[in-house]
T-cell receptor
Framework: GNSVTQMEGPVTLSEEAFLTINCTYTATGYPSLFWYVQYPGEGLQLLLKATKADDKGSNKGFEATYRKETTSFHLEKGSVQVSDSAVYFCALSQYSGAGSYQLTFGKGTKLSVIP | DVKVTQSSRYLVKRTGEKVFLECVQDMDHENMFWYRQDPGLGLRLIYFSYDVKMKEKGDIPEGYSVSREKKERFSLILESASTNQTSMYLC?????????????FGPGTRLTVT
């Protein structure tokens, strides 16, 4: 079956530090890949996505590139802010029939950014 | 903007009670999902629905049922709540068709069963 593995947290960084959260996946075929973010007390929000190999998703200074050869989708940001403190989830999406796509999530990585 | 709303942010129920969690989306999405979120386990799919009155089991359906009588509304039912169902419950919706459409999430319901 499909699976997503992401680095375990928590991760604590100082403001303006470089962020990398590793994500690798196992899937048959060619899934689409996503990063979701969950701020304290809220539901998940889509941060970025990539639908085919070598695509780069980007949003709010975050980037991730779909690497088929290494089955990876690592999240990066050049300079984190305190407001980036949240839990980040890597996910893949594959067709499950009847027009429905299911998401398989990693376990989440909690990021804390300190001033 | 897509909006997914859940009936309660916090809920406290007693063991053995029947519990209803309601979810409503306003974007005419065909697909709706119920997840539970637990520390260290991430999100796990309980049930999903791809059409009115249609439902499919997810990874952890035991102890739960669902109802989808209208396109915009998807209910999660705990027939007899137990303490191991204490969790955060998240509802999501997405479009159907070709292409990988992202899911849009509600704010979650934190359920405590005592």
């Amino acid at each position: 079956g499909n699976s997503v593995t992401q680095m375990e947290g928590p991760v604590t960084l100082s403001e303006e530090a470089f962020l990398t959260i590793n994500c690798t996946y196992t899937a048959t075929g060619y899934p689409s890949l996503f990063w979701y973010v969950q701020y304290p007390g809220e539901g998940l929000q889509l941060l970025l996505k990539a639908t085919k190999a070598d695509d780069k998703g980007s949003n709010k200074g975050f980037e991730a590139t779909y690497r088929k050869e290494t089955t990876s989708f690592h999240l990066e940001k050049g300079s984190v802010q305190v407001s980036d403190s949240a839990v980040y989830f890597c996910a893949l999406s594959q067709y499950s029939g009847a027009g429905s796509y299911q998401l398989t999530f990693g376990k989440g990585t909690k990021l804390s950014v300190i001033p | 903007d897509v909006k997914v709303t859940q009936s309660s942010r916090y809920l406290v129920k007693r063991t053995g009670e029947k519990v209803f969690l309601e979810c409503v989306q306003d974007m005419d999405h065909e697909n709706m999902f119920w997840y539970r979120q637990d520390p260290g386990l991430g999100l796990r799919l309980i049930y999903f629905s791809y059409d009115v009155k249609m439902k499919e089991k997810g990874d952890i359906p035991e102890g739960y049922s669902v109802s989808r009588e209208k396109k915009e509304r998807f209910s999660l039912i705990l027939e007899s709540a137990s303490t191991n169902q204490t969790s955060m419950y998240l509802c999501a919706s997405s479009s159907a068709g070709t292409g990988a459409y992202e899911q849009y999430f509600g704010p979650g319901t934190r359920l405590t069963v005592t």
